[in-house]
């Protein structure tokens, strides 16, 4: 079963008289631990794309399966319920809570989930730990680094154990090497079993995927799944020896899982 099913999405935009077909008839499916790039021109539609794959917003026409189970047809508390606790988010901007320290960022979640504050306290001091940020925790996002910004971010978006990660453009705001720290630790999440959903406009960073997704005009133009699949060889090289952003320690698995 897949982690992932849309079928016959659609999601228009009225501006005006017009009508914006920002998704049109789109039928995917998406295994457990894949690691998908989602690509094409602005406007093609896949920012509309991961918004519905976060519950963010529903579909005009169609269904979305996840873990088999039909989430455009539940209540938005349900949906909430559901984004909490199976979808995690890392954003460009970071998004980050600029009072809150890195750690009172990371445990954001499981208080609005409600987890007790012993068990929040040891994952946050795991996660800090994990990612290379347990000399950071009382720092604000405006103490840290684009590249420890990130970080935090990261381990928020992972500190519930969700079942996949979108991604949108996580390495749009960081220069290219720390970038690719990132990526790295992206990567190394996804090759312990995280489904992750990279959206992005570096051709470069899309090719590191192990599929690609193309999209156009609100239409799956290309999936490199149907088309031609890479070997093995040329998918990109384990990162579990790789460090952080901005040298912090190597990056490590998420709370709660091994390697």
Do not use: C, W
């Not at 901005?246 to 698995?253: F, K, L, Q, V």
């Amino acid at each position: 079963m897949a982690l992932i099913k849309l079928a016959g999405i659609e999601r228009v935009f009225h501006l005006g008289d017009s009508a914006v077909h920002a998704l049109d008839r789109l039928d995917v499916a998406i295994e457990a631990g894949e690691y998908v790039a989602i690509m094409g021109p602005s406007g093609s539609g896949k920012s509309t794309l991961l918004n519905l794959l976060g519950l963010l917003d529903r579909p005009n026409a169609g269904s979305y399966h996840l873990e088999g189970r039909d989430v455009t047809t539940l209540s938005p508390d349900e949906q909430a319920e559901v984004r909490s606790h199976r979808i995690g988010f890392v954003f460009q901007s970071f998004h980050l809570v600029p009072r809150l320290t890195a750690a009172e960022n990371i445990a954001l979640p499981m208080m609005l989930a409600g987890i007790p504050a012993d068990e929040r306290s040891r994952r946050v001091a795991q996660a800090l730990k994990d990612f290379g940020l347990d000399q950071r925790a009382d720092h604000r996002p405006d103490q840290l680094s684009g590249g420890q910004r990130q970080r935090v971010a990261i381990a928020r978006a992972t500190i519930m154990q969700p079942a996949m990660l979108l991604a949108d453009e996580p390495t749009g705001n960081l220069d290219r090497a720390t970038g690719d720290d990132v990526i790295h630790l992206l990567e190394q999440l996804n090759a312990i079993g995280m489904t992750l959903l990279v959206v992005t406009h570096d051709q470069k960073l899309g090719a590191r995927a192990r599929r690609q997704l193309m999209m156009e005009d609100g239409k799956l133009k290309q999936d490199s799944a149907s088309t031609s699949l890479r070997d093995n060889d040329s998918y990109p090289p384990s990162p579990l020896s790789g460090k952080g952003g901005d040298g912090g320690s190597p990056a490590a698995p998420a709370p709660g899982v091994t390697v």
